[in-house]
């Protein structure tokens, strides 16, 4: 079964830049076709989809989101990364990593799912 862990900082600075780490096993991050995304839960709010890169290297980003958010991958560790500049007190969330055949994730029953970790953006 294909495991997901998200690993980085759990304390970022504003204005500086958040960046995660998804390792995966179990599985390739190159298998077709399925898509790789970064989902975030701040305090109290529900589940928002960050972006994905898919199978063969595309990326895909929220309209809302785009302007600071940097998914890549490295195929050699079987990982991808989040990268989110210029944050603020509102990024606070637990960020997930998850695997689905569809590109827009935001249901924790679909797909496979890291088990999230905590980022607090504080100076």
């Known amino acids: 079964q294909v495991q997901l862990q998200e690993s980085g900082p759990g304390l970022v600075k504003p204005s500086q830049t958040l960046s995660l780490t998804c390792t995966v096993s179990?599985?390739?991050?190159?298998?077709?076709?399925?898509?790789w995304s970064w989902i975030r839960q701040p305090p109290g709010k529900g589940l928002e989809w960050m972006g994905a890169i898919n199978y063969s290297g595309s990326t895909y980003y929220s309209p809302s989101l785009k302007s600071r958010t940097s998914i890549s991958r490295d195929t050699s560790k079987n990982q991808f990364t989040l990268q989110l500049s210029s944050v603020t007190p509102e990024d606070t969330a637990v960020y997930y990593c998850?695997?689905?055949?569809?590109?827009?994730?935001?249901?924790?029953?679909?797909?496979?799912w890291g088990q999230g970790t905590q980022v607090t953006v504080s100076s």
């Open positions: 179990g599985g390739s991050i190159t298998t077709n076709y399925y898509y």
């Open positions: 998850a695997r689905a055949r569809t590109r827009i994730v935001a249901d924790r029953g679909v797909g496979y």
